[in-house]
């Protein structure tokens, strides 16, 4: 599998875009009482949720694919998943939070 091009990847964002897009249009319609638990929603690193009265936990899920966030071929499995994790625990040091635990996202096409 070679590099992908600056179009392919475009492509990804965009559908990245009109995901978030449609996920904002239902929160919006839902009125219920997650909504008013949302502290901080999308547009940032990660959300941010009340999740009871005095404490906040950070959310994020971030998709890591192979082809644009690393090759199979170069990189061995441990450093893709220690990457993975790494970027996860960014998006939550970026909101000041602590990592506790981790669902991580990663997408390999079938061999």
Do not use: N
Not at 49 to 54: D, T
Not at 61 to 80: I, M, N, S
Not at 83 to 93: E, F, H, M, P, Q
Request: proline letters at 3%; a positive charge; charged letters at 30%.
């Amino acid at each position: 599998m070679g590099r992908r091009t600056q179009r392919e990847r475009g492509a990804d964002a965009r559908g990245e875009d009109d995901l978030l897009r449609r996920i904002a249009r239902a929160l919006a319609r839902g009125g219920g009482r997650s909504e008013r638990r949302l502290r901080l929603g999308m547009g940032d690193d990660a959300a941010l949720f009340a999740a009871r009265k005095g404490y906040e936990t950070i959310l994020t899920c971030d998709w890591f694919l192979e082809g644009t966030h690393f090759l199979r071929e170069l990189h061995p499995a441990d450093a893709v998943g220690w990457k993975c994790l790494a970027r996860a625990a960014s998006d939550i040091a970026a909101m000041g939070g602590e990592p506790r635990c981790f669902l991580l996202s990663l997408a390999v096409p079938k061999t």
